[in-house]
């Protein structure tokens, strides 16, 4: 008789032992399956515009202004002007007309509010001549913030656990040290994860008509600052009574050449007559 009560007090021990662990077991799930059912959605939105507009700087100013209004901020901005063809034409006889065919446009990375993206854009369209390409994509990133959220509770028991046991001679310091360097780099990334799913990122690039400027420049070419064709024969002319003055100055520094030509050309054709002379 007391060995039947034994064994019958021993499988109900066994008995509730394993309620209670099924009971635990359960309880865990239900914890978890809360979890999942109140993680929130963590969707992440990037659109892409581009435009064509009337002034870009004008557009800039506005997208300035709407987004302040609406709460954003511009992250980056880009205005390049772009030379697509350029001639100079002579205007004066000291300047030239430059005409310069030029292309603008503009760039602009801007942190908008996610639920403010999509009237947003429709402002935008607005503002353009007209749109070229629009796209909006959207990433699904909860999964990976609920992970990184339960990997986050995991190690912190963990550290909890290894802290407890922690000595001098083991290396739980250098583990724990690991689990929370690892703890906190999920926990970042979670923060980044909020601050994409709050402000979504909108890239907008637009341009403007080819543009024509006319500047009056400065002639550069040498030959066009020469005086005149008449007053450039009267010149040579003075020129030329110059060079002709200076001729005889220099025969005449030469006078002493000049007699001893003279006495040869005459001596020679002395010779030549008596000798013509001689042979009749």
């Not at 639920?115 to 503002?127: G, R, S």
Request: charged residues 25%; positive net charge.
């Amino acid at each position: 008789m007391k060995r039947l009560l034994f064994i019958l007090l021993i499988a109900g021990l066994w008995g509730c032992n394993s309620e209670r662990k099924n009971r635990a077991s359960a309880d865990a799930t239900e914890s978890l399956q809360a979890t999942d059912s109140t993680a929130a959605e963590k969707i992440i939105k990037t659109a892409d515009m581009r435009f064509r507009v009337k002034d870009v700087q004008h557009t800039k100013e506005q997208l300035s202004s709407t987004l302040k209004a609406e709460g954003g901020m511009i992250s980056e901005f880009t205005l390049q002007s772009s030379i697509q063809q350029t001639e100079k034409v002579k205007y004066s006889a000291d300047s030239l007309l430059e005409l310069t065919s030029y292309r603008k446009e503009g760039r602009i990375v801007a942190k908008v509010p996610a639920e403010k993206l999509d009237d947003f854009t429709n402002k935008i369209a607005k503002m353009a001549v007209f749109v070229d390409q629009q796209s909006l994509k959207m990433d699904d990133q909860s999964l990976n913030y609920l992970s990184n959220k339960l990997k986050n509770n995991n190690r912190a028991e963990a550290v909890t656990q290894l802290n407890k046991h922690a000595n001098k001679k083991s290396n739980n310091v250098e583990t724990a040290l690991e689990i929370k360097d690892d703890y906190v780099d999920k926990k970042i990334e979670n923060q980044l994860i909020d601050a994409k799913v709050k402000y979504s990122t909108l890239t907008l690039d637009f341009y403007q008509d080819n543009t024509v400027q006319k500047i009056v420049i400065g002639n550069d070419d040498l030959y066009s600052y020469r005086p005149s064709f008449f007053t450039r024969f009267w010149l040579n002319i003075q020129n030329g009574w110059v060079i002709f003055k200076e001729f005889i100055l220099i025969l005449t520094n030469m006078w002493m050449i000049l007699l001893l030509i003279a006495a040869g050309y005459f001596s020679f054709r002395y010779y030549r007559k008596k000798r013509k002379a001689s042979m009749l």
